[in-house]
């Protein structure tokens, strides 16, 4: 079945390390998308991607940092700039980025830090 | 920029019962597009409908509709014969057309009660 698959569900930081979280899809999206969630917040965007190779800064890109080297993977590495990375991050993939179908989301990561 | 409010927090339902939930949003464009989606306990995000803002016709699927004010900006959701896996955050969400930034309210978390 198609879909996005996020990795790893649970992860764990400790203070002044990088950490990477891993979204890949198979649906063939062109666009992909990296949100946090945090409670009474809704999601927020982080980053997102058009195409391959190609990636903007969504409304709180500070302390983040993404590739997209090949079309089915996004990549998003957390770093120690990032003052308080404790959230739920979830990705998410449609299928061109002028797409008015809504998105498909993976299960998330639940990163916290120690 | 675009803002989506929800303005309940926690709601709660008997099984069974018909449940509505709230949603506005501010713009000044005159075409978009709004989602509902789901989050159940496993985290995954599931787009439960979607409007267009040019259409009339307010949009069902199944057990679900939407009550589309597009003068007052309101978006409500109206769940019937609510069933135990409902029980779940619900987002609204806001889309410009043919532009990839979703924008999504602070959510509803709804229980269903036996």
């Known amino acids: 079945d198609g879909g996005i698959t996020q990795s790893p569900k649970y992860l764990f930081r400790k203070e002044g390390q990088n950490v990477t979280l891993s979204c890949e899809q198979n649906?063939?999206?062109?666009?992909m998308y990296w949100y946090r969630q945090d409670p009474g917040q809704g999601l927020r965007l982080i980053y997102y991607?058009?195409?391959?190779?190609?990636?903007q800064k969504g409304d709180i890109a500070e302390g983040y940092s993404v590739s997209r080297e090949k079309k089915e993977s996004f990549p998003l590495t957390v770093t120690s700039a990032q003052k308080n990375p404790t959230a739920f991050y979830l990705c998410?993939?449609?299928?061109?980025?002028?797409?008015?179908?809504?998105?498909?989301f993976g299960s998330g990561t639940r990163l916290t830090v120690v | 920029a675009q803002t989506v409010t929800q303005s309940q927090p926690e709601m709660s339902v008997q099984e069974a019962e018909t449940v509505t939930l709230s949603c506005t949003y501010d713009t000044s464009e005159s075409n978009y597009y709004l989602f509902w989606y789901k989050q159940p306990p496993s985290r995954q995000m599931i787009l439960v409908i979607r409007?267009?803002?040019?259409?009339?016709q307010n949009a069902t699927e199944n057990r679900f509709s939407v009550n589309f004010q597009k003068a007052a900006k309101s978006f409500s959701l109206k769940i019937s014969d609510s069933q135990l896996g409902d029980t779940a955050m619900y987002f609204c969400?806001?889309?410009?057309?043919?532009?990839?930034?979703?924008?999504f309210g602070a959510g509803t978390r709804l229980t269903v009660k036996p």
């Open positions: 991607s058009q195409i391959v190779n190609d990636f």
């Open positions: 649906l063939n999206h062109d666009a």
């Open positions: 969400a806001f889309m410009k057309p043919y532009n990839n930034d979703m924008r």
């Open positions: 409007q267009e803002a040019y259409k009339q």
């Open positions: 998410a993939s449609s299928i061109r980025a002028d797409s008015n179908y809504g998105y498909t």
